[in-house]
């Protein structure tokens, strides 16, 4: 066959190193099955870099809307604050919180709010996206009644949960969790992570891409049964995601829960630090990693209408999103991207895209791809980073 005739070839560039070379062509083959947009997979392994790929429409610098993996970097921070005297995750947010002083929610914790049982999933009020831009999502948090019995049940708090753990930061460690993320974290890792895209890194981002969604049965079930809760600041996300995240004012909101702005090489090093040293920084010592992971949640969860399992902040692994095996921790994104991490191995796993797919959560080249790095490191392959043609 002529070079003419070939179909269209996926395109891949950097490096994957040692055992990890096969992963270079489970990447391209994912590239190719997402069609359009861009992707990246960045892997660490014991504090070294050995994975860096970028495909589709992503150049090497290019950063994306991460959404909920937002949510793993409030974790690691909040253990930090924890692990520092900064911040007490088990003690009541009544004690420091005024609008929790009554008896619906004098006994929510931190704790609580990080493993979605704090039981403000939601709130009852419709927002614009004006009023979410102006902050108003903090005040409302901070009136709703919960939905269940905070501690006993949990759902999956997708835009309040990082509404509450910024008034939490503010008030106990007299920051919120951007300034305080960028101060412990990402400065001294010198990489490029922020609650919202700075002017500077705009031109950098590239606009994320939402299929129309589709429901399973069983969220199809709760929904016609009334057994779902609607979630009011989701209004204008739910009336059309990909007008309402391509807002230039959206894209430099700085929302704890969705509004992370990164790379798959930034963020994995982040984790590789969480698990490990990265050129001489430590995130959390072993018992800091171990209250990040221990499972705070477990079983039906009453937003996702699936079983899910928390540690404080984290998601632990299920048959719907099994991470790297037993032991692993990490989070998924909206849009598809994810983050992973195995405290036994070191290893570190990121994996970015900007084509968001019909059921939302980790796509379904990301879930190919844990799955491709777990193998490389269960056989010791000889397959190293040069590939045929080189």
């Known amino acids: 066959m002529s070079t003419e005739a070939l179909p269209r070839v996926a395109e891949v560039q950097g490096y994957a190193k040692g055992r990890f070379g096969p992963i270079w062509d489970v990447f391209a083959r994912c590239v190719a099955r997402q069609q359009r947009g861009g992707a990246a997979l960045a892997v660490y392994q014991d504090g070294q870099q050995v994975v860096d790929l970028t495909g589709g429409v992503f150049e090497p610098d290019s ?34 919180w005024d609008d929790f002083n009554r008896p619906a929610t004098v006994a929510i914790t931190a704790r609580m709010v990080l493993s979605h049982s704090a039981g403000i999933p939601a709130v009852d009020t419709p927002m614009t996206t004006q009023e979410l831009l102006a902050g108003r999502l903090d005040h409302a948090v901070a009136r709703q009644d919960p939905f269940w019995t905070p501690g006993v049940e949990h759902g999956y708090a997708a835009f309040t949960h990082g509404a509450l753990m910024d008034g939490i930061f503010t008030r106990t460690v007299g920051r919120g969790v951007s300034a305080y993320t960028a101060e412990f974290l990402t400065t001294p890792l010198d990489i490029e992570f922020w609650f919202g895209a700075p002017e500077h890194a705009l031109s950098r981002v590239v606009q994320t891409e939402f299929a129309p969604p589709c429901l399973t049965p069983d969220e199809a079930s709760a929904h016609s049964t009334a057994a779902a809760i609607v979630d009011g600041s989701f209004a204008p996300i739910v009336a059309d995601a990909t007008a309402f995240f391509a807002e230039p004012d959206v894209v430099r909101a700085s929302w704890p829960s969705m509004s992370g702005i990164s790379s798959a090489s930034a963020l994995a090093r982040l984790l590789a630090a969480a698990v490990g040293t990265v050129a001489g920084v430590r995130v959390l010592t072993a018992d800091g990693l171990t209250g990040l992971t221990r499972p705070r949640s477990e079983g039906w969860d009453r937003m996702m209408h699936k079983p899910s399992r928390f540690g404080s902040g984290v998601e632990l692994p299920t048959a719907h999103f099994p991470l790297l095996g037993a032991g692993t921790f990490g989070h998924q994104g909206a849009a598809g991207s994810v983050v992973a991490a195995d405290p036994a191995s070191g290893l570190a796993v990121a994996y970015t895209t900007n084509i968001g797919t019909p059921a939302l959560g980790a796509s379904d080249q990301a879930l190919v791809l844990l799955g491709a790095v777990r193998q490389c490191m269960e056989f010791d392959n000889p397959s190293s980073s040069r590939r045929p043609g080189q």
């Open 63 to 96: 950063l994306v809307q991460v959404f909920s993996v937002s949510k793993a970097v409030v974790a690691l921070a909040a253990a930090h604050a924890a692990e520092n005297g900064r911040l007490d995750l088990d003690q009541p947010l009544a004690e420091y």
